[in-house]
């Protein structure tokens, strides 16, 4: 059996190891040999992609990468128009170094934050069977029992990343408070050690939601401000 990983490096070697979802891992492969025209001539990361960060006072959690992507550069909401919001809203707000994540050499840091996700490896159609996302599940509890002494708040983006966040937070021991999904929505969890710790809500930087103002800047940079007001007071 193997050891649980005791670091955040540990981890993430075994998620970039990791080979339980034939299907993910065909289908990464499979668009990383095909490419997409732009990126013809780059070498794509095709496989899981480990969480980024490694000082995780606030800890984002997304859906999955996505396929040229994530699943391009190897790093976490790097390389598509998704990113470009994320990580621009995380600059404005004090919490990234650069306004931009296009690929892993970049030379991007970030303060007090993680980013991981509920399915590390980009699934077909950007949609993760149930099977699946049970299966991945076991990556955030172990992230999560790493990174519980110091995590002050979690952001997680669109409705799926709050199932799952709070579903590792339960099968983990923590109590957690019952608050449906929505952007900025707010909950209380606790860690079994007692120790309080804030969930904040937001809606996913997809094209779908800010193409359409569903998610706007100011939005995004509400819930991200208010984390690192939270996580860093």
């Known amino acids: 059996m193997q050891a649980e990983p005791r670091t955040l490096q540990q981890l993430d070697d075994d998620i970039v190891a990791c080979r339980r979802c034939p ?4 289908w990464c492969e499979e668009v990383a040999r095909e490419k997409r025209a732009a990126y013809r001539d780059e070498e794509y990361w095709g496989g899981p ?27 976490m909401f790097t390389g598509d128009r998704s990113g470009d919001w994320l990580f621009a809203s995380l600059h404005r707000v004090g919490l990234a170094g650069q306004a931009e994540s296009m690929q892993r050499e970049d030379g991007q840091t970030l303060h ?16 993760p069977t149930t099977e699946e996302r049970r299966e991945c599940g076991h990556w955030l509890q172990d992230e999560l029992r ?88």
């Open 23 to 26: 299907r993910l891992i065909e």
């Open 49 to 75: 992609v480990p969480g980024f960060g490694v000082d995780p006072r606030i800890w984002i959690v997304g859906l999955a990468p996505a396929a040229h992507g994530a699943n391009r550069t190897g790093r």
């Open 112 to 127: 007090a934050v993680r980013i991981t996700a509920a399915v590390h490896c980009a699934p077909p159609a950007n949609k």
């Open 146 to 233: 790493i990174i519980e002494p110091v995590v002050r708040v979690i952001v997680p983006l669109g409705g799926i990343a709050w199932m799952a966040a709070a579903t590792a937070l339960r099968t983990s021991g923590w109590d957690v408070e019952r608050v449906a999904f929505g952007h900025g929505a707010t909950a209380r969890a606790t860690t079994p050690a007692g120790r309080d710790v804030t969930i904040l809500g937001s809606y996913h930087p997809s094209q779908q939601n800010t193409f359409t103002g569903r998610l706007t800047e100011t939005m995004l940079d509400d819930v991200l401000g208010r984390a690192r007001d939270l996580a860093l007071r």
